[in-house]
């Protein structure tokens, strides 16, 4: 196996290229570390490379690592499906909820993080492609979804997700990227209260520079970064 070091100073430098290539300053797009299934010990390898954001896509999985020693150096996004009766554990422990698609979770985040008395950030996931992807809300429900989102003091909506079907030839998930930005600066047209729409987190291990070309603040760095998964 490469070393985490090694793999994330090509990222980088892979991350800053396809930045400047947009005339994007490379300081605006972020790496996140998806680490499920990577054991908590080669997290805190990345961790000490100069990784500082991590994403988990199982509540179980995730809080296991959260509560083991030496997580609390690190910072936590949440990026899987999100059931709704898992929402108490994720309240007050991820600093960035990728995959709000209804208003039902969005409500009990609400509902969650008041209790807490705290503010959750949140991205809406959505479904650009229409087909494959099973979660996300319709780009025709987008705005809706927002707007009463908006009116919960509970969550800070910063921006939109999407995960585009897997294909072979990474170029095929340029026109998704396209949409999700596009469907954004609609959106900001809007003026929705109480949304900001500043992040775009789109883009993994195998299209995360077509990504950042297209707009991305998030990019989601998996395989890239740890090797591939087992399992
Ligand atoms: C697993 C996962 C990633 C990372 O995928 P890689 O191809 O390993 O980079 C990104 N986003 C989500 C939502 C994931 O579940």
């Known amino acids: 196996m490469t ?14 290229e396809a930045a ?7 300081a605006s797009v972020h790496l996140l570390a998806v680490s499920k299934t990577v054991p908590m010990e080669r997290i805190l390898d990345a961790c000490r490379a100069g990784v500082n954001v991590f994403g988990e896509n199982k509540v179980q999985e995730a809080v296991g690592k959260l509560e083991s020693p030496g997580a609390a150096d690190c910072r936590w996004h949440f990026i ?6 898992k929402v ?4 007050g422990r991820f600093d960035l909820i990728h995959s709000v698609d209804s208003i039902e979770l969005a ?5 969650e993080s008041e209790k807490q008395g705290m503010v959750t950030n949140a991205l809406i996931q959505v479904n650009v492609s229409g087909e494959a992807s099973k979660y996300g809300v319709d780009p025709d429900h987008l705005g809706d979804l927002l707007r009463r989102s908006g009116a919960l003091s509970g969550i800070a909506v ?16 340029r026109k998704h990227f396209v949409s999700l930005r596009t469907l954004r600066d609609r959106m900001c047209e809007k003026a929705i209260p109480g949304v900001t729409l500043t992040e775009l987190s789109m883009g993994m291990s ?26």
């Open 3 to 16: 070393s985490v070091a090694d793999n994330l100073a090509v990222i980088r430098q892979r991350i800053r």
């Open 20 to 26: 400047l290539r947009a005339g994007r300053d490379p």
């Open 80 to 85: 899987g499906h999100l059931q709704k009766n």
């Open 88 to 91: 108490k554990y994720v309240v």
């Open 107 to 111: 409500e009990k985040l609400n509902a």
């Open 158 to 173: 910063k921006g939109l997700m999407t995960i585009p079907p897997y294909t072979p030839d990474a170029e095929e998930a």
């Open 206 to 231: 195998h299209d995360f520079e077509i990504a950042i070309e297209e707009g991305a603040t998030w990019v989601r760095v998996g395989t890239a970064l740890f090797g591939e998964r087992a399992g």
